[in-house]
């Protein structure tokens, strides 16, 4: 294997002493690399763990070269699956003087090509496919990610069938979170990006239990109506009451088009009761009582996918789960790498599910054929999933730890909302402008007239203005027509790009989105301008003094812990390896066998070893299961 980094041009670059070549694929090589002169030691410890880190069975490892102009040295490595079309590659970046724009003296920026399947090929995919890659990037060593996702159309010529049709590039950089002594483990950030790319694939974790995958178009008895009567509801509250065994749940809102989260169609299905698809809204209107429904059900388990989304929903309808079984919390202890539905029942029960309709508006009625088969099919395959996913708990000694996590999911569920304290700074990619504090006020007027207008009309804050149109008002603050006019995004209407059915469903918000004009917006944008200082937002000097409490939550930034604290940064470090071993050793996710908060929290003091490990994790919130599995090799990290 050739040095894998690129140095300045008057940097003497001498070969490997062994004069291997650059195939990086296999096992971590023994040899020695030589070290070229002028070469600072937290770059050349960098480089040696990448040459030394463990390489994933599939992939193909390759030394590319960094631009100088990106940094003053640089490491690449491209990224091949072997049997797969997904490729990639990732550039960690050094910088001799401190970035403010990095945050940091270091940098990563990847790129990956991937394989889109037909199925997969919607409007939510872009979203999708970054919140996947976002699991991969561990949340403990990277912060201040930005990026986009681009679903491409490939033509290919010839005869191959095997060239996929359509595509997902991912770019993405973000900042890895080094070492007290500014040190960086670039092995690692390799690891996690060929790790991502391999598991948009299929992993040695993650195969299939059962032959290749087939697509259930529809419910085994079919498609049902929708219950929106109260005789309808009475029906199937009895037929609920004659049935045995666990109760399917799911939920559907309108959270894209109407301004409100509230339930426009609720699924549930039980052995004996098949699948009923019920109006909520047309029941209240007309006086059914949801007590029927909780008598018909009593304490079965209710199996949810994601049930933190669902379960507000539900309890403010007054339905009263008692137990809980969540799939996507079980994929996640099982150390599945992909956890939507579709991929879990496709992992345990070989089939995958459509979802055409996901993004769709469900306060729409009449709701058509096709998205009563979608809503039907979320819950069709639950019961069974269900009994997979418990044999394999109790075979890998986690069903007591699920227990535990599905008993907290519920309360919490269950529990009052928290309410952000500044609900204005839930704007996407607010980070950009953080250090911005005229752009912040201008951030707080435009979503405060947002969000009273979309409370006015029922419609979706983003469907009068976009996030990231809010975010480049903020950047470019025009004084004057010109200026405001040039911004596109803030003067035409905001659309939604679905299929062509949908595009007329969503035409009945246009006559809201036209009574809004840009003079509007520009009158408000105006006005913030013309505030003085005193009233422009100050965020960051409050979170500042709050962390210098040993009470307080710790930063996540790691520049915080750098300049104030370096100390405190290596006990975390020490802290963060012991639990990642612990993850490795359990194949178990790090951010489930521990909230990476608790540790933060925990190493926020002069003295951490004073604390009692277990009673300060139980007071964060770590249930019992986690307690007993850290502790001990936390209270010796931190000696």
Known sequence: MADIFDFPRDARNVARADGKGADMGGEAPQ????????????????????????????MTYREIPVPNSMANFGIGVALECDETYASGWIMILYSLKFREDWHSHWRCVAFASLPLP???????TPGMYWDMMMERLNPNDSEHVSGTVTVTQNTAFGHDPD???????????????????????????????????????????????TDDPKLLAEPREGVPNVIDTL???????????????????DAERASGFRYGHEDWLV????????????????????????????????????????????????????????????????ARLLGL??????????????????????????????????WRNYAALDVELLIELETKMRAELKRQGKMEWAQEEFDYALKEGLGPRKEHLIPWMHVSHITEVMRDRQALAIVRALWTRRDELAREYDIAPTLLLSDSSIIEVAKRKPHNAAQFRSIRSINERVRIHTDSEQDKMF???????????????????????????SEWPDVDGGAARRHESQSASAPKSIRVWKERYPERLQVLNRVRKAVSQIAEDTRTPVEIVIKPQYLRNLCWTDEPRKRDVARFLSEQGARDWQVSLVAESVSRAIM
């Open 163 to 209: 060239v996929p049709r359509v595509g997902c590039e991912i770019r993405v950089s973000w900042t890895p979170l080094d070492y007290a002594d500014g040190g960086l483990d670039a092995g690692s950030q390799v690891g996690q990006w060929a790790s991502f790319l391999r598991s948009m694939t299929q992993s040695e974790e993650e195969t299939p239990l």
């Open 31 to 58: 040899t020695m690399l030589m070290r070229p002169q002028g070469v600072p030691d937290q770059v050349w410890n960098a480089v040696l763990s990448v040459d030394r880190m463990r390489r994933l069975k599939g």
């Open 231 to 249: 005789p309808a509801f009475r029906d199937y509250c009895s037929e609920l009451a004659s049935s045995h065994g666990s109760l399917a749940a």
């Open 267 to 330: 699924q549930f299905k039980r052995d004996g009761a098949g699948i009923g698809l019920l109006d909520p809204q047309a029941l209240a209107a007309a006086g059914a009582d949801w007590n029927d429904f909780n008598r018909a059900v009593g304490d079965a388990v209710w199996i949810l996918h994601d049930s933190l989304q669902d379960l507000p929903g539900f309890d403010e309808l007054g339905m009263e789960p008692q137990r809980l079984f969540d799939t996507e919390i079980a």
């Open 118 to 124: 037909d199925k997969e090929d919607d409007c939510l």
């Open 507 to 533: 035409e009945r918000y246009a006559p809201i989105q036209r009574k809004i004009k840009p003079s509007m917006w520009k009158n408000i944008i105006q006005d913030a301008l013309a505030l003085p200082p």
């Open 337 to 370: 790498k992909r956890f939507g539905l579709a991929a879990v029942t496709e992992h345990f029960l070989g089939l995958t599910l459509a979802k055409e309709h996901s993004a769709a508006d469900w306060s729409y009625r009449p709701l058509p054929r096709d």
